[in-house]
């Protein structure tokens, strides 16, 4: 089967002999948007229950949630290892040693062989890029940041409270620890136009970095955007216009940039709009259909300028 971009899943095969899983994990953190440090409220389309499964029960300790996400994905994928993925709200706003703490819990499994830590780039001071350095050196490290657009005026309207020079300043001093960087962009977003989007295609082209998550705006309940939405409704993106996009950004991006996301893995319960009631697998085939209609494939047009 054609590959038409690097996928993060062929990634992990040539890292690794065995199938190697992602366990999403809640280490009971909050968010410098939510708290005060740098904002109230939170971003405005934000709620992790939407996406982050262990948000929508009771807290329990991560010892336990790992346990259990490791026995769900052996029994049904037939997994082998494992990456825990402090994914739920923002995994570096804590003391050091809380993070350490959370960190070296996670990987007295055994069968442990990697973390991701998913964080906003204002969220990590020299100290805690100091201790994912040392964890770089032991097992497999990926830091996820946030960046949805480059586009200081799309944030702001959205209550990120987080301009495009603190992504740049943290992308910097990330990388000169040699450390692997995600980034997380957000399609469809209210006031942005094709042009901006694939101005932050350009952008993450630019800097190069290791891998990307890509996904659509979504409505979730109970968010400011919703209340929003039930006064003025937002456009969303439909399902074809979503395709097109996501493969008009793939088309910019370096070949080797991992791909890490392509669609975001939502609870239905949580969400208003769009609701396209497709599969992942279907959408990405349908990414996939896409490029073989145009000829294309993730690099084909990394040095074209924006229409």
Known sequence: MTSYYRSYNGYLKELFPY?????????GFTCPNIDGTVAFGGCTYCDNRSFSPNTRIP????????????????????????????????????????????????LTFRDTVGLA?????????????????????RTLLWIEYGLQSVHDETMARLNRAQPYDCFLDAVERTRRRGLHICAHVILGLPG?????????????????????????????????????????????????????LVCDFLERLPPAMIVERLMGELNENYVIAPRWGERKSTVLRLIDREFERRGSRQGTHRLAPIP
Request: with cysteine.
């Open 19 to 27: 199938k190697v899983y992602k366990i999403p994990i809640d280490a």
């Open 192 to 244: 942005e136009t094709r042009a901006m989007m694939m101005e932050t295609a350009e952008e993450v082209a630019r800097l190069d970095l290791g891998g990307i998550k890509i996904h659509h705006l979504y409505i979730a309940k109970d968010t400011a955007l919703a209340k929003h939405h039930e006064q003025r409704p937002l456009p969303t993106l439909a399902l074809t216009e979503y395709i097109a």
């Open 59 to 106: 807290p329990r300790p991560i010892r336990d949630q790992i346990a259990s996400g490791m026995d769900f994905y052996r029994k049904r994928f037939g997994a082998e290892k494992f990456i825990v993925y402090f994914q739920a709200f923002t995994n570096t706003h804590g003391p050091v040693a809380q993070l350490k703490r959370l960190y070296d819990e996670a």
């Open 117 to 137: 830590i998913g964080t906003r780039p204002d969220c990590v001071p020299e100290p805690v890029l100091d201790l994912l350095s040392d964890y770089h050196e």
